[in-house]
C-alpha cells in the first residue's frame, strides 16, 4: 500500500512538473516565434517590408539569445531557475504589448532582442534543468511532455491570435495576446520552488561523479568540452536548427505561394505542429525504453526526406511531407536535448547548455533568415528547401560521432 501511494505521488509530482514545463514553453516560444507567424502577412502588406526584411527580426531574436544563453545558464546554475522564469515571462507580456505600436523595422529587431533575453532565461533550457532537477525515475517522458509545449505554442498560439487579427487587427490583437504570459507567470510563482543541492564530497578528478539526487553522472563544463560527443552535439545542432526553423518560420508564407488560403495555412501550421507534439511526447517516453542515440539517428533520417518532399514545391506533396518532417523533428528535438542531460548531467547544464545554445541559436536564425533570402532571390522556396535538404544529411553524419560517453569514463577508471 505504502508502495503504491508513493508511486502515485511520484507520477502526481511529474506531471504536475512536466505540465508547468509544457506550458512554458507554449507561452515563450509560440509567442516569440512559431505563433507570431500569423500576423507575417498583415505585417508585410501594411508596412511593404520584403520577406528577408521581416526574416531578419528572427535572426536577430534567435542569434541574439543563442549568444546571451551561456551568461544567462551561469546565472541559473548559481540563482536556480525559478528566477530567470518569471523575469522572461514579464519582458514577453511588456514587449508583446509595445509591438502593437511598431512603426519601422528598427522597433520590431529591438522587440525581437528583447524576446531574445526573455528567451534565454524562460525557454527550453530552463525548462529542461527545472524538469531534470525535480524528476528522476521517468525523466526521459517528463522532458518530452514539457519540450511539447513548444509544438502547442505552434498550435495554440496561432489559434488564439487569428479570430483577434480578424476582428481587431494586428496591432490590438498583440496586445490582447500580452496578457497569456502573466498567467502562466502566476502558476510558475505558485508552484515551483527553488532547489537546493547539498554539497559533495570531493572527488577524485579522474572519477565519474553520480550524483544522488538527480542519478545522473555529472560532468564539469571544463570535463564535458574536452569530449567528441559535445562538438558532435553542437555541429549536429546547427544543421538541424537551421533546417527547422528555416522551415518553420517560412511554412505559413510557402503555403500561401502554394495557393493555400490564410485559414487553411494557419490550420496546416496548427496541424504541423499538433504532429511535433505527438512526436515529441512519444519520443520522450520511448526513450525510457530504447536507446536514445539510435533513435536520434531514425529522426534525423525521417526528417530529411520529408524535407525533399517540401523542396519539390508542389502540393501533392505538402501533407506526406510536413507528416514526415513533424515526426522527424519533434522525435529529434527532444532527443537532443534529453541526450545533453544523460550524458553531461544537470549540475553545469546552465553553461554547457548555453555554448550548445549558441550553435543551436544561430542554425536557427540563419535559417529563420537565409531561407527568406533565397526565396526572394530565387522567387520561390525550392532553393531555400534543398539547402536544407543538405544540411540534414550533414547532420546525419554527424549523429554517428553522437555517443555515450560514461561507459568510457567508466572503464578509464577502473584501469
Known sequence: MITNQNNNSSFIKLLGIAILGFFLLMVTNGMTFSGITIFDEALLNEFGWTKSELKFRDFVNLVAASFIMPFVGVIIDKYGVKKMMIIGLIMISVFYYVYSFIQTTFH?????????????????????????????????????????????????????????????????????????????????????????????????????????????????????????????????????FYSIMGIISNLFLYLRELNFSVTDAANAFSIFFAIILIAKLSSGVVTDFINEHKLFKIQVLLMTLGTVGIAMNTEDLVWPSLIAVGLGWGGLYTLLNYIIITTFGVKSAGKIGGIISIFEGVGSGIGAWLTGVISDQTGSYSASFWVVVVLLVIALGISFFIKPIISNQKTKTTV
Open 108 to 240: 520590431m529587431y529591438a522587440i525581437h532582442f528583447a524576446f531574445a533575453i526573455a528567451v534565454s532565461g524562460a525557454g527550453t533550457l530552463a525548462t529542461i534543468i527545472m524538469v531534470s532537477q525535480r524528476v528522476s525515475k521517468n525523466r526521459g517522458t517528463a522532458i518530452g511532455i514539457a519540450l511539447a509545449g513548444t509544438s502547442a505554442g505552434g498550435i495554440i498560439i496561432p489559434q488564439i491570435g487569428k479570430p483577434l487579427l480578424e476582428f481587431f487587427g494586428w496591432r490590438a490583437a498583440f496586445q490582447w495576446e500580452a496578457l497569456i504570459p502573466v498567467v502562466v507567470l502566476a502558476l510558475i510563482i505558485a508552484f515551483i520552488k527553488p532547489i537546493k543541492y547539498k554539497e559533495q564530497t570531493a572527488a577524485p578528478a579522474e572519477e565519474t561523479k553520480t550524483d544522488k539526487e538527480t542519478g545522473l553522472v555529472e560532468l564539469k563544463f571544463s570535463e564535458a568540452i574536452r569530449t567528441p560527443v559535445f562538438w558532435a552535439i553542437c555541429f549536429a545542432g546547427i544543421c538541424c
